[in-house]
């Protein structure tokens, strides 16, 4: 459901979007997953107004390589070795959505690194800000 984009949402609207285990705003915090704050509101997440457009969305896990390959005709041979996450609605990230090391969408991906889910490899570059920007298919 999410919290409002106003200033006028209350203590309860986050609470009933995050469900922490105290209905306290230090609670709230500790239990938020960062990929759900708006960057134009999460300040020093120390206030409830940076709760505002609060969103999570659970984050799809997909299995990558650990190591970034560099260009993207490489990475189609790279072992995969550990979990990554994203924020797509789809089985497989696609340009725009943004993947992460962490289930709680703390640590953003960059590089190019290669990912796979059922049958289908991919690579996909991301750039500073964990931004897929391409999506190619071995």
Same mark, same amino acid.
């Given at each position: 459901?999410?919290?409002?984009?106003?200033?006028?949402?209350?203590?309860?609207? +986050? +609470? %009933?979007?995050?469900?922490?285990?105290?209905?306290?705003? +230090?609670?709230?915090? /500790?239990? /938020? #997953? /960062?990929?759900?704050?708006? /960057?134009? $509101?999460?300040?020093?997440?120390?206030?409830?107004?940076?709760?505002?457009? =609060?969103? =999570?969305?659970?984050?799809? #896990?997909?299995?990558?390589?650990?190591?970034?390959?560099?260009?993207?005709?490489?990475?189609?041979?790279?072992?995969?070795? %550990?979990?990554?996450?994203?924020?797509?609605?789809? !089985?497989?990230?696609?340009?725009?959505? !943004?993947? $992460?090391?962490?289930?709680?969408? %703390?640590?953003?991906?960059?590089?190019?690194?290669?990912?796979?889910?059922?049958?289908?490899?991919?690579?996909?570059? %991301?750039?500073? #800000?964990?931004?897929?920007?391409?999506? =190619?298919?071995?």
């Amino acid at each position: 459901m999410g919290v409002p984009d106003t200033t006028t949402f209350t203590l309860q609207d +986050v +609470v %009933t979007d995050i469900n922490p285990t105290t209905d306290d705003l +230090v609670d709230c915090f /500790a239990d /938020a #997953s /960062a990929s759900g704050f708006d /960057a134009a $509101y999460s300040g020093s997440k120390n206030e409830l107004l940076n709760f505002r457009n =609060y969103n =999570y969305v659970p984050l799809t #896990s997909i299995s990558g390589s650990t190591t970034s390959v560099g260009k993207p005709a490489l990475g189609c041979t790279s072992t995969l070795d %550990t979990t990554y996450y994203h924020d797509g609605a789809g !089985i497989f990230p696609v340009v725009s959505d !943004i993947m $992460y090391t962490d289930s709680g969408g %703390t640590t953003l991906l960059v590089g190019t690194y290669r990912t796979n889910s059922l049958t289908v490899s991919h690579v996909n570059t %991301t750039d500073s #800000s964990g931004i897929v920007t391409a999506v =190619y298919v071995c």
